[in-house]
């Protein structure tokens, strides 16, 4: 069986977003499944998809702390900065973290670790929802 959905994301500030919840009410058609894989792929160029510690929310806070850190704004090199100074750093965040996930299914759920998670990771001051490709193949 092949399933295509695009999901909408509410919009979310700037900031890492555990969104695996989320995004299961939108998929009940995983239930069914008893193994396959999904790919998630994020439509969106200042937006990325990255999976790590559903636990503790510190450990978000510390990933935007770093790409702060590591991608700053306001740099003199940027060229593009057409829409305003987050622009160009959101892009390389981006592509740092990468637009798509390929995730196992098993037994009608994401086959993730114990303690990870699915984010949404928002790389813009003030973006608006985010869409998703999510493509399924499972039996």
């Known amino acids: 069986m092949w399933i295509q959905k695009e999901i909408h994301l509410r919009p979310r500030e700037r900031g890492f977003?555990?969104?695996?919840?989320?995004?299961?009410?939108?998929?009940?058609?995983?239930?069914?499944?008893?193994?396959?894989?999904?790919?998630?792929?994020?439509?969106?160029?200042?937006?990325?998809?990255?999976?790590?510690?559903?636990?503790d929310p510190t450990v978000r806070q510390d990933f935007e702390s770093y790409f702060n850190h590591a991608i700053p704004?306001?740099?003199?090199?940027?060229?593009?900065?057409?829409?305003?100074?987050?622009?160009?750093?959101?892009?390389?965040?981006?592509?740092?973290?990468?637009?798509?996930?390929?995730?196992?299914?098993?037994?009608?759920?994401?086959?993730?670790?114990t303690w990870q998670g699915i984010y949404l990771c928002e790389h813009r001051n003030n973006s608006g929802s985010r869409k998703l490709i999510v493509t399924i193949h499972g039996e």
């Open 17 to 55: 977003h555990l969104i695996t919840d989320e995004l299961m009410r939108e998929l009940p058609e995983l239930r069914t499944l008893k193994i396959g894989m999904m790919n998630m792929f994020i439509l969106h160029t200042s937006a990325s998809l990255t999976i790590n510690e559903n636990a």
């Open 73 to 113: 704004e306001d740099q003199p090199y940027y060229k593009h900065q057409d829409e305003g100074p987050d622009d160009m750093p959101a892009h390389l965040k981006s592509s740092l973290l990468g637009n798509s996930l390929n995730i196992p299914i098993a037994d009608g759920r994401p086959r993730l670790g």
